[in-house]
């Protein structure tokens, strides 16, 4: 089993263009989500074996993302409960697709979350990321979670998923991140989060392609099996710590928003690696550029077919067949 943990909450997700209530205001439709949430919905569509770690609020919200768990075959017997609210993100979808957040988090179920006892015998891998590694107390009990299973020799996974908005030193949230690397098989992350963690601004200035490059030859050094960097509709490349790399291109499509995408490449790239057998470090390192391809080019499929439909909707593996 592939167990994700990490936030799930409802995104407050705009309505059709022009679609407002009477006093002028959006209107705004709910969606469940949260980037762990949405990882572990998609692991399950596409028929891997998935479970989710979290803290779900006993709310009509928190009812509705347990549904959401069942409908796509993902165990929850790791939810815990809590009679705290559910977590809200207002997205802004921009004329490209691209989505922003704002964050209702205070005092909500998530960020309760405690470290379970242990986990069962049948998890082969672990992934964590986004706001569940930011907001305390939680953060501490994920990043608790994420060492003590990396030191039993789980494969983990990685997507940190940066939410400026939420991280008030920026400076200290590097080097937590640094400091998480070494218990990290395999980081996943797209070229904007690349450039904010190395401190490369957010525009794409020149000299920010030497300084991601620099920055992920250091994190790979610092433990990660591999990296692999989205950038959007360009596609994916991975870098292995043997200095390899490896590219594919995106999947065209037309782009009703981006809500999604990146959790679905997260569930895509585990699935697949669990197909390849891969999901132990000594694995990842034997894989061939063949390998990586295939893997890259069903991630960015999946991806794709996300970006098709409003909010965080990954894909059955029926549709990726077809």
Wanted: hydrophobic share 45%; proline share 7%; aromatic share 6%.
């Amino acid at each position: 089993m592939i167990v994700v943990a990490g936030e799930a909450l409802i995104d407050l997700v705009p309505g059709p263009r022009g679609d407002a209530a009477e006093d002028g205001l959006p209107t705004l439709l709910p969606r469940r989500g949260g980037g762990p949430y949405n990882t572990a919905v998609a692991l399950g569509r596409l028929g891997s074996a998935a479970g989710f770690c979290s803290r779900i609020s006993r709310d009509a919200f928190g009812v509705s993302l347990l549904g959401g768990l069942s409908a796509a075959g993902v165990d929850a017997g790791l939810v815990q409960r809590g009679d705290e609210p559910t977590t809200l993100a207002v997205a802004d979808i921009g004329t490209d697709g691209s989505a922003g957040y704002g964050f209702y988090a205070g005092g909500t179920a998530d960020r309760l979350f405690t470290v379970p006892d242990a986990l069962p015998p049948s998890v082969r891998a672990l992934s964590f990321g986004t706001c569940s590694l930011v907001l305390e107390p939680g953060a501490t009990a994920y990043e608790t979670l994420l060492r003590r299973e990396a030191g039993r020799g789980v494969f983990t996974a990685l997507d940190p998923n940066i939410r400026p908005g939420l991280i008030p030193d920026p400076a200290a949230y590097r080097a937590r991140f640094r400091s998480w690397l070494p218990s990290v098989t395999l980081l996943k992350l797209s070229e904007e989060d690349a450039r904010w963690l190395a401190g490369a601004g957010a525009g794409h200035a020149d000299g920010d392609g030497a300084v991601v490059e620099s920055a992920v030859r250091e994190w790979l050094a610092a433990g990660p099996a591999a990296v692999v960097l989205t950038r959007g509709a360009d596609g994916l490349t991975v870098r292995t710590r043997d200095g390899s790399a490896v590219s594919v291109p995106g999947v065209r499509v037309p782009v009703v928003d981006t809500i999604g995408a990146g959790d679905t490449v997260n569930a895509a790239l585990l699935h697949r690696l669990g197909v390849h057998d891969a999901l132990s470090r000594p694995a990842v390192a034997a894989l061939a550029a063949d390998d990586w391809r295939d893997i890259l080019a069903f991630a960015a499929r999946a991806a794709a077919v996300t970006c098709t439909r409003a909010g965080a909707e990954p894909p059955w593996a029926a549709e990726l067949e077809r």
